[in-house]
């Protein structure tokens, strides 16, 4: 069984659709996908209407959230949200908000570029975006086109991390609350690459125990942003917090090298996952 947990489609910012990530879920023999886009369900159905009989589907959704260390230093973290109901109003409502924010920044993060005379407009980023929640890739990939960077990893390291003149800090969550948001909607939180340090500065184990204790059920241990230490440390944590171990690609099609299954869960893991009640079952078998 290849389990992958955590991918992006064009619903945020990811490059294929979801009808593309299936197919492409398939060429690369994935058996269970999750489908996990940036503050957003807009891709869930699409995907579920694309499933061969041979993939299960876990609808997901991936949440922007923050920690503040106890001097007002301000750790950004993502959790993974599984099988939470997508109609529950509080949730649905902070999606929304955290969505309008995604914009809002954007629009400014141009704003800067273009005072400083580089050549992209809102409405080329707004159209790569095809109404799904904007990241900064679409303004990666606006720079690409425009013949700035050559690619959209180039234009992270030069124009859109948070250490350029350029960045803006969007909305986000409080990872507490965002741990109780995700459960009051019947979902199953697991906190996404917890050590990838080269986008930031990251927690320590002391708050990913308190995490737990809100209601964390997972850690993802296996990233592509995870170097081999970082893997063992935190499938260690894990053992010690009896935290569920994941492991995922985080496929964001063309805008990362990253293939699908390029790390992967335990069929064990998965199912110590599905045991725990959620709102949603995962969608799977004939059809
Ligand atoms: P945002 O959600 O707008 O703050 O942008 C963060 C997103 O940018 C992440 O979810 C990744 O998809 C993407 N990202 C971060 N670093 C890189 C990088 N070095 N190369 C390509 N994509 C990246
Ligand atoms: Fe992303
Ligand atoms: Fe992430
Ligand atoms: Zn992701």
Same mark, same amino acid.
Request: aromatic share 4%.
């Given at each position: 069984? $290849?389990?992958?947990?955590?991918?992006?489609?064009?619903? *945020?910012? %990811?490059?294929?659709?979801?009808?593309?990530?299936?197919?492409?879920?398939?060429?690369?023999?994935?058996?269970?996908? %999750?489908?996990?886009?940036?503050?957003?369900?807009? %891709?869930?159905?699409?995907?579920?209407?694309?499933? @061969?009989?041979?993939?299960?589907?876990?609808?997901?959704?991936?949440?922007?959230?923050?920690?503040?260390?106890?001097?007002?230093?301000?750790?950004?973290?993502?959790?993974?949200?599984?099988?939470?109901?997508?109609?529950?109003?509080?949730?649905?409502?902070?999606?929304?908000?955290?969505?309008?924010?995604?914009?809002?920044?954007?629009?400014?993060?141009?704003?800067?570029?273009?005072?400083?005379?580089?050549?992209?407009?809102?409405?080329?980023? +707004?159209?790569?975006?095809?109404?799904?929640?904007?990241?900064?890739?679409?303004?990666?990939?606006?720079?690409?086109?425009?013949?700035?960077?050559?690619?959209?990893? *180039?234009?992270?390291? /030069?124009?859109?991390?948070?250490?350029? !003149?350029?960045?803006?800090? !969007?909305t986000d969550l409080d990872v507490f609350a965002a741990i109780k948001l995700i459960r009051g909607a019947g979902g199953l939180t697991v906190f996404a690459h917890p050590l990838a340090r080269r986008r930031?500065?990251? $927690?320590?184990?002391?708050?990913?125990? !308190?995490?737990?204790?809100?209601?964390?059920?997972?850690?993802?241990?296996?990233? @592509?942003?995870?170097?081999?230490?970082?893997?063992?440390?935190?499938?260690?944590?894990?053992?010690?917090?009896?935290? $569920?171990?994941?492991? +995922? +690609?985080?496929?964001? %099609?063309?805008? !990362?090298?990253?293939?699908?299954?390029?790390?992967?869960? *335990? *069929?064990?893991?998965?199912?110590?996952?599905?045991?725990?009640?959620?709102?949603? /079952? @995962? $969608?799977?078998? @004939?059809?």
């Amino acid at each position: 069984m $290849v389990i992958d947990l955590h991918t992006h489609t064009t619903a *945020s910012d %990811g490059t294929d659709t979801p009808e593309q990530l299936i197919a492409a879920a398939g060429a690369a023999g994935i058996d269970v996908l %999750g489908v996990t886009d940036h503050d957003t369900t807009a %891709g869930w159905d699409a995907a579920v209407q694309a499933r @061969p009989s041979e993939l299960s589907i876990i609808r997901g959704a991936e949440f922007s959230c923050v920690y503040w260390e106890s001097d007002q230093r301000r750790v950004g973290l993502h959790l993974l949200g599984y099988l939470f109901d997508p109609e529950e109003d509080s949730l649905r409502l902070a999606r929304r908000e955290l969505r309008a924010s995604r914009r809002e920044r954007g629009r400014r993060m141009v704003e800067n570029m273009i005072a400083d005379g580089l050549p992209i407009t809102w409405e080329r980023v +707004s159209e790569l975006a095809e109404g799904g929640a904007v990241g900064r890739p679409h303004l990666g990939r606006a720079l690409v086109e425009a013949g700035v960077v050559p690619d959209v990893g *180039s234009a992270f390291g /030069q124009l859109l991390s948070s250490r350029t !003149k350029y960045y803006v800090r !969007k909305t986000d969550l409080d990872v507490f609350a965002a741990i109780k948001l995700i459960r009051g909607a019947g979902g199953l939180t697991v906190f996404a690459h917890p050590l990838a340090r080269r986008r930031g500065p990251v $927690v320590d184990d002391a708050v990913i125990a !308190k995490m737990a204790d809100a209601g964390l059920v997972g850690l993802e241990v296996e990233h @592509p942003d995870h170097d081999p230490a970082d893997r063992i440390h935190a499938a260690g944590l894990a053992t010690e917090l009896n935290l $569920v171990r994941t492991g +995922s +690609s985080d496929y964001h %099609g063309t805008n !990362k090298a990253t293939p699908l299954g390029a790390c992967t869960t *335990s *069929s064990e893991m998965l199912e110590r996952l599905l045991a725990m009640p959620s709102a949603l /079952q @995962p $969608v799977s078998g @004939p059809r």
